[in-house]
């Protein structure tokens, strides 16, 4: 008997599959630009509004640096905020295993009203669950954000500079000569939580934090023509997603990432590629190259000290190629699966 598998959920290869056979063919559908086939982080249902839903099951729910509370809120509001709507409404519904701490769920509650303040969103309708399932808590997200004025910067900027046809920043929307922008040192979120597991003490926290705050800021100096933030599979994932959607590919350098050396050595410990690991702050920029240094600068300006050029979308070839400090070269292929599960 056919069975679905974790590996279906786990925003690689098989989870693409898996929505490919048996999703989009009885629901396929759009309401404005993007379609739900196009399997972006958010769509829009008109002009000015887009709209994303998120399910999060992390384990264990509290962490170094958040909580499945911190976590909820700013993925759903990360989720807009790479397709350059500010997030403004969100929904929230709670599925709670029976005998749940009372402690820790209070801790989860403060990390979302800290989160919800921060990104300055408001939380308008939710629901509550309480099952004998050893489920933990899970949180059911929606959110919807609004057209923003940095997005239409943005777009100016850029059709000044080539024809750009969406009304979005698009996943697809890499051109031969883009330069790649990590936003900043990856693989913290993922690595926590395995150091959670396994009962190891680090210095590092996990990277839970609103990107619009500093997306914002990049989308005002204009030119970006790609964004995605790079959570299940990692960095790898989403060059893989933006490279095959543009049909283009994308060359990185091992040297120009960054990295934590702490998390360099779990991650060498652990047998882990922190380019598959999953990110909760961070975002992966695609920018038009008469705009890549402003774009960096403006990263820098707005607390993201870290970002740096990584890479370019080039011709030559069609997939993500590495080139590594010692000069080699090696396909980073698109993850089969997350390689640690239950981490957002």
Not at 96 to 101: A, C, E, H, K, V
Not at 201 to 220: G, I, M, Q, T
Request: charged fraction near 30%.
């Amino acid at each position: 008997m056919s069975v679905i598998r974790k590996e279906d959920g786990a925003g690689g290869k098989y989870m693409v599959e898996l929505l490919k056979k048996h999703v989009f063919p009885k629901i396929a559908s759009r309401a404005g630009e993007i379609a739900l086939e196009d399997m972006e982080d958010s769509s829009d249902f008109c002009d000015d509004f887009a709209f994303t839903t998120d399910s999060y099951v992390v384990s264990p729910p509290i962490f170094r640096g958040g909580s499945i509370g911190s976590l909820s809120v700013c993925g759903t509001s990360n989720d807009l905020a790479v397709m350059g709507a500010k997030p403004e409404f969100m929904s929230l519904a709670l599925v709670i295993q029976d005998g749940f701490p009372l402690g820790d769920f209070r801790r989860i509650m403060d990390d979302i009203r800290d989160s919800v303040e921060l990104v300055n969103l408001s939380i308008i309708t939710g629901d509550t669950k309480v099952v004998e399932s050893n489920v933990g808590i899970i949180v059911n997200t929606a959110g919807i954000g609004r057209r923003s004025e940095e997005l239409e910067r943005n777009l100016e900027v850029l059709r000044e500079l080539r024809d750009y046809p969406y009304r979005w920043v698009r996943d697809k929307g890499l051109k031969e000569g883009d330069a790649i922008i990590v936003s900043g040192s990856i693989a913290e979120h993922a690595a926590v939580i395995m150091a959670e597991r396994m009962g190891f003490e680090v210095e590092f926290k996990s990277d839970v934090y609103p990107v619009w705050l500093f997306v914002r800021e990049a989308l005002r100096r204009g030119g970006v023509t790609a964004m995605k933030d790079p959570t299940r599979g990692g960095i790898a994932a989403a060059l893989n997603e933006m490279a095959e959607k543009s049909g283009v590919g994308i060359k990185i350098f091992e040297e120009r990432i960054p990295l934590k050396d702490e998390v360099r050595g779990l991650c060498e410990l652990l047998g882990l590629d922190p380019l598959t690991m999953a990110n909760e702050g961070k975002v992966v920029f695609g920018v038009h190259p008469e705009m890549a240094d402003e774009v960096l600068k403006a990263l820098h300006k707005a607390g993201q000290k870290e970002a740096e050029i990584i890479g370019y979308a080039t011709k030559e070839f069609a997939e993500v190629v590495l080139e590594t400090a010692v000069g080699t070269t090696r396909v980073v292929p698109q993850p089969i699966s997350d390689p640690i599960p239950r981490v957002c």
